[in-house]
């Protein structure tokens, strides 16, 4: 059952990557017709034309859907750490609970100041966590698939034994 939450989290962490390419698109292309409101060749007034909220709109709607994908992802790191037994699992598992927990942080703070902090700001370190979960997560789904395999064989020493040979 966990390999098939670790194949989620594979497909998640694509879909992902290409919703955050989205939504920094998105944001930037809303930031610059803010900017340049009054047209290419106007004047731009500070004071009388400050942004239509487009953008914040945007940022907020990204930043809710990050937090799904970050949530999914501290789900499949606690089922990681808590259903596979490998050492390798679960500094995986730890090491992907902390950046998730770095990430989404900096996601409230996002969603807390849409208008200060935007989308397009944090989206490249947002595609930078796809990969990364990404990888954990393929080797999340090799472990798993090892440790399914080792636990149907032996007794718990020599399967205990396996595991931790095929750990290192």
């Not at 440790?147 to 396996?162: D, F, H």
Request: aromatic share 16%; proline share 1%.
């Amino acid at each position: 059952m966990n390999r098939a939450f670790y194949i989620v989290g594979i497909v998640f962490s694509v879909i992902f990557f290409f919703v955050c390419g989205y939504y920094i698109a998105e944001v930037h292309d809303a930031r610059m017709m803010d900017l340049f409101a009054s047209g290419p060749y106007g004047s731009y007034d500070l004071y009388s034309s400050f942004g239509s909220g487009i953008a914040e709109s945007l940022t907020e709607e990204a930043g809710m859907v990050s937090l799904f994908f970050f949530l999914s992802f501290i789900t499949i790191d606690l089922l990681g750490l808590l259903k596979v037994k490998t050492s390798t699992a679960k500094v995986m598992s730890i090491i992907g609970l902390a950046i998730s927990g770095i990430f989404l942080l900096w996601n409230f703070a996002m969603l807390s100041s849409p208008g200060s902090l935007s989308f397009d700001e944090v989206g490249v370190g947002f595609l930078l966590y796809c990969f990364i979960m990404l990888a954990f997560t393929i080797v999340g789904l090799i472990q798993s698939v090892k440790y399914a395999k080792n636990q149907g064989q032996g007794t718990t020493a020599q399967v205990k034994e396996q595991v931790d040979v095929l750990d290192s």
